[in-house]
Antibody, heavy 120, light 111 residues
Framework: EVQLVESGGGLVLPGGSLRLSCAAS????????MSWVRQAPGKGLEWVAD????????YYADSVKGRFTISRDNSQKTVYLQVNSLRAEDTSIYYC?????????????WGQGTLVTVSS | NFMLTQPHSVSESPGKTVTISCTRS????????VQWYQQRPGSAPTTVIY?????PSGVPDRFSGSIDSSSNSASLTISGLRTEDEADYYC??????????FGGGTKLTVL
């Protein structure tokens, strides 16, 4: 059974940083691209970043480029999102998602999410 | 870049069939796979269709996906509607720069 478990969210001051983690199990982690998607309170889904399988190409939404960094540790079956220079508008639930392929083409499984609140 | 446009809301009765559309504003709908995600209130999204028409294990065959090049749109069809199908549904695809895009979401009411 595919499982994705996010952690690392919390309350942070504007300008602060967090490192989100997503621990994966139930599939051969290195063979699949992974993604982070967020959802602000009462809003729709917003794609944030992708990292491909073993080649580890990365892609970012314009709204986070230069502030967020996606990475993965295939030995630990974990994908990370380092979020820096946080703004109030980054307040969201952050979901980890697994792609159905080595390259980013779309998600077949999701985690339960971790809440990031940016507030003074 | 392009946009994915969905109806804001649809409603149908239990047992009936409903179709939710997702129209791509530019470029061919067939250029990139389309996915459909279900999100019940207070819950994380789950995938009901990926790669245009594939269903993850555990998703009933009442859910089906298709693309139509003539209307440049993708569709999610749910047959034999159940009250548990009431949720928000989002379509999603990628552009040529490997940027993900979501539709605005459709609220399905089963009444």
């Amino acid at each position: 059974e595919v499982q994705l478990v996010e952690s690392g969210g919390g309350l942070v001051l504007p300008g602060g940083s967090l490192r989100l983690s997503c621990a994966a199990s139930g599939f051969t982690f290195s063979l699949f691209a992974m993604s982070w998607v967020r959802q602000a309170p009462g809003k729709g889904l917003e794609w944030v970043a992708d990292i491909s399988g073993s080649v580890e190409n990365t892609y970012y939404a314009d709204s986070v480029k230069g502030r967020f960094t996606i990475s993965r540790d295939n030995s630990q079956k974990t994908v990370y999102l380092q979020v820096n220079s946080l703004r109030a508008e980054d307040t969201s639930i952050y979901y980890c998602a697994k792609h159905s392929s080595r390259r980013p083409i779309g998600f077949d499984y999701w985690g339960q999410g971790t809440l990031v609140t940016v507030s003074s | 870049n392009f946009m994915l446009t969905q109806p804001h809301s649809v409603s149908e009765s239990p047992g009936k069939t409903v179709t939710i559309s997702c129209t791509r504003s530019s470029g061919s709908i067939a250029s990139n796979y389309v996915q459909w995600y279900q999100q019940r209130p207070g819950s994380a999204p789950t995938t009901v269709i990926y790669e245009n028409y594939q269903r993850p294990s555990g998703v009933p065959d009442r859910f089906s996906g298709s693309i139509d090049s003539s209307s440049n749109s993708a569709s999610l069809t749910i047959s034999g509607l159940r009250t548990e199908d009431e949720a928000d549904y989002y379509c999603q695809s990628y552009d040529s720069s490997n940027h993900g895009l979501f539709g605005g979401g459709t609220k399905l009411t089963v009444l």
